[in-house]
T-cell receptor
Framework: GAVVSQHPSWVICKSGTSVKIECRSL??????MFWYRQFPKQSLMLMAT?????????EQGVEKDKFLINHASLTLSTLTVTSAHPEDSSFYIC??????????????FGNGTRLTVT | GNSVTQMEGPVTLSEEAFLTINCTYT??????LFWYVQYPGEGLQLLLK?????DKGSNKGFEATYRKETTSFHLEKGSVQVSDSAVYFC???????????FGKGTKLSVKP
């Protein structure tokens, strides 16, 4: 079945540094990918929609200059947390719809990235 | 806007007990409804889905029926196993939308 690979699975960084998270669709093409953030004991909150060949669409309240998204190809989207601060520590999850229309295809999720900013 | 509310956990059951995790939603139009499961250390996996009213999604002994009159999509399983221990998320996809809106998740622990 469709697989989404997310890397790294966990990362620890110092305040002020930047961290890049990769999301790859392994056996299908994804013109759209979704980036979610999950706080402890909270739901997954959509941060942004990554669009291949165009700018990402950010949800209200998400700083686009802080969370840089680049959809470099039909199988790769990256999320870069710039100038990270401890409050950015969270669990970040990417997802992509499978083959076919994004409105009908189920979403396939990466295993998530646990970011800890010290 | 669209939203999903599911019962808070954690839920602790003995093996072979009956499971119900309540989920209700608010949405305009006719959304699709999903249950995702997250096993320890793994990513979210689609458990089952229903795309229109009165549809019943089922998988691995789990069932959920899309009830438009009560705006609900409760998850049930007749006899849980230890291997069902996980976090379960109810989710909604609005008509014409690509992303999902999730409930807060319910952690299920099944004891032998």
């Amino acid at each position: 079945g469709a697989v989404v690979s997310q890397h790294p699975s966990w990362v620890i960084c110092k305040s002020g540094t930047s961290v890049k998270i990769e999301c790859r669709s392994l056996d299908f093409q994804a013109t759209t990918m979704f980036w979610y953030r999950q706080f402890p004991k909270q739901s997954l909150m959509l941060m942004a929609t990554s669009n291949e060949g165009s700018k990402a669409t950010y949800e209200q309240g998400v700083e686009k200059d802080k969370f840089l998204i680049n959809h470099a190809s039909l199988t790769l989207s990256t999320l870069t947390v710039t100038s990270a601060h401890p409050e950015d520590s969270s669990f970040y999850i990417c997802s992509a719809p499978g083959q076919g229309s994004s409105y009908n295809s189920p979403l396939h999720f990466g295993n998530g990235t646990r970011l800890t900013v010290t | 806007g669209n939203s999903v509310t599911q019962m808070e956990g954690p839920v602790t059951l003995s093996e072979e007990a009956f499971l119900t995790i309540n989920c209700t939603y608010t949405a305009t139009g006719y959304p699709s409804l999903f249950w995702y499961v997250q096993y320890p250390g793994e990513g979210l996996q689609l458990l089952l889905k229903a795309t229109k009213a009165d549809d019943k999604g089922s998988n691995k002994g789990f069932e959920a029926t899309y009830r438009k009159e009560t705006t609900s999509f409760h998850l049930e399983k007749g006899s849980v196993q230890v291997s069902d221990s996980a976090v379960y998320f109810c989710a909604l996809r609005g008509a014409g939308q690509g992303n999902l809106i999730f409930g807060k998740g319910t952690k299920l622990s099944v004891k032998p």
